[in-house]
């Protein structure tokens, strides 16, 4: 039938192989034993791309627009919050001193808050369609707008952020705690674990599969550097590849 179709081509697999089961809220290997494989994971997100597009070029402007929000708060609130002062200076030149105020602090602290919830829904939201994808369901435009597990996905978001700020106090630091734990969202999204869980199951995953773990990393980020060209262009093409790849990844080295 098409519906069977349609789920046997969840994940690439080999001639005579038994098709991948049903959608499951676990991570689970590839069932077929085929190990993970950089070309398959391209050849597999393009083709999941081709089928899909609407839904995740569609999802990926209105999410990138969204980050905008929180940054358009914190600055347009402090800056029409805060205290100008007009002096004159030397040679008749006119001076403008601007000071916070607590209202302006308050905006800033709100428009942090804001963009870090609107982050997290993006995450949850959007990787949740491609683990629709993934488990070779139907999508639709709503699937990449519909966050799931929505309060592990911020925790997760605040804990890394923090992470990796910390960690940047070293210069390698930060980059070792983002390639430590990049598979954290897909897993809390994936599993429906909690974020310490999803964190120590991303670590352990990318340790036991290093070398195919920085391999994919590096090709990743250069994917990503690619998209950001031309003032960010190519992001909504690149952007839903790179997710696509990462949950591959995901599913074929756990």
């Not at 982050?119 to 966050?147: E, H, K, M, Q, R």
């Not at 210069?171 to 734990?181: A, D, E, S």
């Not at 999204?189 to 120590?200: E, I, N, Q």
Request: proline fraction near 5%.
């Amino acid at each position: 039938s098409d519906e069977t179709s349609h789920r046997s081509d969840a994940y690439p697999v080999h001639v005579g192989a038994s098709p991948p089961q049903p959608v499951s809220s676990a991570v689970h290997a590839d069932p077929n034993g085929v190990p993970f494989n950089i070309g398959a994971a391209f050849t597999w997100a393009l083709s999941k791309f081709s089928s899909n597009a609407v839904g995740l070029v569609g999802g990926a402007v209105v999410h990138t627009l969204l980050q905008a929000v929180g940054p358009a708060v914190a600055i347009g609130g402090a800056f029409a919050l805060s205290q100008r002062t007009t002096t004159i200076g030397r040679a008749g030149v006119e001076v403008v001193e601007v000071s916070l105020t607590p209202g302006s602090i308050v905006a800033i602290v709100l428009g942090v808050l804001v963009a870090l919830a609107l982050l997290a829904y993006s995450l949850s939201a959007y990787i949740g369609g491609v683990v629709d994808i993934a488990n070779g369901a139907l999508t639709s435009i709503g699937s990449f707008f519909t966050p799931r597990r929505y309060g592990s996905v911020v925790a997760a978001t605040l804990i890394l952020l923090v992470a990796v700020a910390i960690g940047s106090i070293v210069i390698v630091g930060g980059v070792i705690v983002v390639f430590l734990f990049w598979f954290t969202i897909p897993i809390i999204v994936d599993r429906g674990v909690g974020p310490l869980v999803a964190m120590k199951a991303s670590a352990a995953l990318v340790r036991a599969n290093l070398g195919e773990s920085l391999v994919t990393a590096l090709l990743l980020g250069m994917v990503w550097i690619v998209g950001n060209s031309v003032c960010g262009l190519f992001i909504i093409v690149t952007g839903p590849i790179v997710t696509l790849i990462a949950l591959f990844a995901l599913r074929r080295l756990a």
